[in-house]
């Protein structure tokens, strides 16, 4: 059949099962928002207030349903306005696909209106990116686009697509959908004995479990392991979820802001196993001294991760989930054992705690919103304090439960990701715990939750400065307090109502349960409370810049 470009557009995202898309529209994208306005009842358009919330919405969506996310924005600011939330799930390993417009074929490359070259500016952080110049490779295009952006280590892909390529004609066929291509297992059974054979000989290990558990679904593969073996597990701020907090054998984050008991425990391993992680700078801290009497183990899909910043004396490239599979074959059941007792009582010696003084403690909100949810309800997070304070204090028992910007850190992350998150899933309550900073980013998207009622929980956990950047300028700058301070006056509960959402203002400890549980039972409205903290509460424990993990700050 012949149909325009724009129309192949949407039948081919009807072709990979996408009934969800973010977006904003602009002139170079209006012929394919002609089609998306014909296919209102088979493609759901939500229209963001910026194109960073569209890509962020994109993300949460992606990394709660384990779908491809899409985003659509026109071309010029429309496209570079995506940067962020593209850099984002590249750094993260999130599937997205990002569709942009572009000026026409004959107007390349001569400085026309909203023309940038989006797809040099994003080469370095998509997996993969095309301009569309001729609408008979269109189809291809698309389709390649989704297979790259699933098949083996996930992340962006961006289809940058001329606008009279969207209006011109050609042949479509619809395709039965490609099965992306399965990752094989990578090792030979010799190299999975050598290491099934230092797991049984090993007397201190430590497991690693990373981000990249949750991605290959091999979280039961990785408990298997755990409990078989009787090691004790940490988790990477990404892979939170990927093994229960509340297992026994759980000792908390790992690195910067990890546990002292997890670090403790690392210094002194004499096996680390380090699965579907990449050992980034806030695990490690000075490399030279990261696990200096522990052989290392890494298992990952990605060859590039491995033996990047650390070396791996026990390298499994491959499919984790397989490989774990084959590993757990040749594992011997352990009891527990005195390196076990050890790590018990470094958990009973140093917990990870605060000061209950009667002043409102940012630790206690997390810890209310936690029980109230009965740890069911599906977190996201901002970036700085109120991110490591989540990843702390609420309990994560399952994958694809705490969605947070890791690897590029994104302040203003959190709200349109706790978008895309309710629209993935609305049998769940979706709370995102913000810092005041990071809220003013990108609280334009609370008229997105409005729009579409969405009952998302904002939690601002509100000290009215840029609270990590003030703690460290506490501990490393001598208090010289430069430009962190950003009490401005701003009334979030004035302006959540302003936005037609719920605003409630908490100043003191007894208020904290009954606003959580009013803001829970909103079922068609977002709620926004607005926690009124102490600007030198600090996220403790911190590892100093360049010392070795176990040398932590502690309250």
């Known amino acids: 059949m012949k149909l325009t470009g724009a129309e192949i557009v949407i039948e081919c995202l009807k072709e990979q099962g996408v009934d969800t898309v973010f977006g904003f529209p602009g002139g170079a994208v209006l012929n394919i928002y002609d089609a998306l306005y014909?296919?209102?009842?088979?493609?759901?358009?939500?229209?963001?207030?910026?194109?960073?919330?569209?890509?962020?919405?994109?993300?949460?969506?992606?990394?709660?349903?384990?779908?491809?996310?899409?985003?659509?924005?026109t071309s010029g600011p429309g496209a570079t306005n995506l940067v962020t939330g593209i850099a984002t799930?590249?750094?993260?390993?999130?599937?997205?696909?990002?569709?942009?417009?572009?000026?026409?074929?004959?107007?390349?490359?001569?400085?026309?209106?909203?023309?940038?070259?989006?797809?040099?500016?994003?080469?370095?952080?998509?997996?993969?990116?095309?301009?569309?110049?001729?609408?008979?490779?269109?189809?291809?295009?698309?389709?390649?686009?989704?297979?790259?952006?699933?098949?083996?280590?996930?992340?962006?892909?961006?289809?940058?697509i001329c606008k009279d390529v969207t209006a011109a004609v050609t042949d479509f066929e619809n395709k039965p959908l490609k099965k992306v291509p399965a990752v094989s297992i990578g090792v030979s059974d010799d190299e999975i004995d050598a290491?099934?054979?230092?797991?049984?000989n090993s007397s201190r290990p430590v497991l690693l479990s990373g981000g990249g558990v949750s991605i290959a679904d091999a979280c039961e593969e990785v408990r298997e392991l755990a409990e078989k073996a009787k090691i004790p597990v940490t988790t990477t701020l990404m892979g939170l979820g990927s093994f229960p907090g509340t297992h026994e054998?759980?000792?908390?984050?790992?690195g910067m802001h990890g546990s002292k008991t997890t670090n403790l425990a690392i210094a002194e391993a004499d096996l680390f196993i380090a699965i579907g992680a990449r050992f980034s700078d806030r695990v490690i801290s000075n490399v030279s001294r990261f696990a200096p009497n522990a052989k290392i183990m890494h298992i990952d899909i990605d060859p590039a991760e491995v033996g990047k910043n650390v070396t791996a004396h026990y390298p499994l490239v491959g499919n984790i989930k397989k490989i774990l599979k084959k590993l757990n074959a040749r594992v011997k059941n352990r009891d527990y054992t005195d390196w076990n007792k050890r790590i018990d009582e470094w958990k009973r010696s140093f917990p990870v705690k605060y000061t209950q003084d009667g002043?409102?403690?940012p630790q206690y909100i997390v810890e209310k919103i936690y029980e109230l949810t009965g740890g069911n309800a599906i977190i996201t997070t901002e970036v700085g304090q109120n991110q490591l304070?989540?990843?702390?204090?609420?309990?994560?028992?399952?994958?694809?439960?705490?969605?947070?910007?890791?690897?590029?850190?994104?302040?203003?992350?959190?709200?349109?990701?706790?978008?895309?998150?309710q629209l993935a899933r609305p049998d769940k309550k979706v709370i995102n715990i913000a810092g005041d900073g990071s809220?003013?980013?990108?609280?334009?998207?609370?008229?997105?939750?409005?729009?579409?009622?969405?009952?998302?929980?904002?939690?601002?956990?509100?000290?009215?400065?840029?609270?990590?950047?003030?703690?460290?300028?506490?501990?490393?700058?001598?208090?010289?307090?430069?430009?962190?301070?950003?009490?401005?006056?701003?009334?979030?509960?004035?302006?959540a109502r302003a936005y037609g959402a719920i605003g409630i203002n908490v100043t003191k400890p007894e208020e904290v349960e009954p606003a959580i549980s009013r803001a829970l039972e909103s079922t068609d409205r977002p709620v926004v409370i607005n926690f009124e903290i102490d600007k030198d509460e600090k996220v403790f424990p911190i590892v100093p810049p360049g010392a070795p993990i176990d040398e932590l700050i502690d309250e």
């Open 439 to 495: 809220f003013r980013m990108n609280c334009n998207e609370l008229a997105t939750a409005v729009e579409y009622k969405l009952p998302i929980v904002v939690a601002i956990l509100n000290n009215r400065v840029l609270g990590m950047v003030r703690q460290w300028q506490a501990l490393f700058y001598g208090g010289r307090y430069s430009s962190t301070t950003i009490d401005r006056g701003t009334d979030f509960v004035a302006l």
């Open 249 to 254: 054998l759980f000792t908390g984050l790992v």
């Open 38 to 73: 014909k296919a209102r009842g088979e493609i759901r358009h939500i229209l963001t207030s910026h194109e960073q919330g569209a890509a962020h919405a994109a993300d949460g969506y992606a990394r709660v349903s384990g779908k491809v996310g899409v985003c659509i924005a």
């Open 359 to 361: 002043s409102l403690k």
């Open 89 to 160: 799930a590249y750094m993260d390993s999130v599937p997205m696909v990002a569709l942009t417009g572009q000026v026409a074929t004959s107007l390349l490359g001569k400085d026309s209106f909203q023309e940038v070259d989006i797809t040099g500016i994003t080469m370095p952080i998509t997996k993969h990116n095309y301009i569309v110049k001729d609408v008979t490779k269109l189809a291809n295009i698309m389709r390649e686009a989704f297979i790259i952006a699933k098949q083996g280590r996930p992340g962006p892909v961006l289809v940058d």
């Open 389 to 421: 304070w989540a990843a702390q204090f609420y309990k994560f028992t399952a994958p694809r439960q705490f969605i947070s910007s890791g690897g590029l850190g994104t302040m203003g992350y959190g709200l349109g990701a706790s978008i895309g998150a």
């Open 195 to 200: 290491a099934a054979e230092v797991i049984n």
